[in-house]
């Protein structure tokens, strides 16, 4: 059962327009929310989170906003850069012990048109 | 800045061969963790250590096995490989303190398995 859910497979934008990829989750015990970008052949790297006490996280030009009542978060990239053009995992973690075990949603391929 | 390195970036190796994937972190991470990853799946966990010697299953464990023998460094262990365990791998690591859940990974491990 997959708690957390990237419903859009991929998304196709231009250049210097917004980037909105949406991420769904099913456990409320989740606390803790993280979104990485991955490059072909290379390993994710972190680029931002956001705490359940908050309701948005701003850096630079990456925003990620929490609505906990509908269990939804989103990252907004503005303005996209082809340099953007990458996969894009959210990741949620909270449900107890000290190893902070993430979860993963499946990805969104964001391609960035010059 | 964080490092975690994996042995190598691709390998390629026959059905019912053992495989070793290391990795090591120079950051005293307490936390290391093995996905693999494939696509429309998004990161799957295979195992994760929390200590020195000390191990846990995560989501699709079977057919793997790990080692910790020191704290910098954790093996993934294919005991003999199948072509269904051709996969891009990736390690992580994070620390256990506070609120700090990041995790953090490496370049990534392509095996591929004839």
């Known amino acids: 059962d997959q708690q957390v859910k990237q419903n859009s497979p991929s998304l196709s934008v231009q250049e210097g327009r917004i980037s909105i990829l949406n991420c769904d989750y099913t456990?409320?015990?989740?606390?803790?929310f993280l979104w990485y970008k991955k490059y072909p052949a290379e390993g994710p790297t972190f680029l931002i989170s956001?705490?359940?006490?908050?309701d948005k996280n701003e850096d630079g030009r990456f925003t990620v906003f929490l609505n906990k009542s509908a269990k939804h978060l989103s990252l907004h990239i503005v303005p996209s850069q082809p340099g953007d053009s990458a996969v894009y995992f959210c990741?949620?973690?909270?449900?107890?012990?000290?190893?902070?075990?993430?979860?993963f949603g499946t990805g969104t391929l964001l391609a960035v048109q010059p | 800045d964080v490092k975690v390195t994996q042995s190598s970036r691709y390998l390629v190796k026959r059905t019912g061969e053992k495989v070793f994937l290391e990795c090591v972190q120079d950051?005293?991470?307490?936390?290391m963790f093995w996905y693999r990853q494939d696509p429309g799946l998004g990161l799957r966990l295979i195992y994760f250590?929390?200590?020195?010697?000390?191990?846990e299953k995560g989501d699709i464990p079977e057919g793997y096995s790990v080692s910790r023998e020191k704290k910098e460094r954790f093996s993934l262990i294919l005991e003999s490989a199948s072509t269904n365990q051709t996969s891009m791998y990736l390690c992580?690591?994070?620390?256990?303190?506070?609120?700090?859940?990041?995790?953090?990974f490496g370049p990534g491990t392509r095996l591929l398995v004839l």
């Open positions: 992580a690591s994070s620390l256990s303190a506070g609120g700090l859940k990041t995790q953090y």
């Open positions: 456990n409320s015990m989740f606390d803790y």
């Open positions: 956001i705490s359940s006490i908050k």
């Open positions: 990741a949620a973690t909270g449900l107890g012990g000290a190893t902070n075990k993430l979860i």
């Open positions: 950051m005293d991470h307490e936390n």
């Open positions: 250590s929390y200590d020195v010697k000390m191990k």
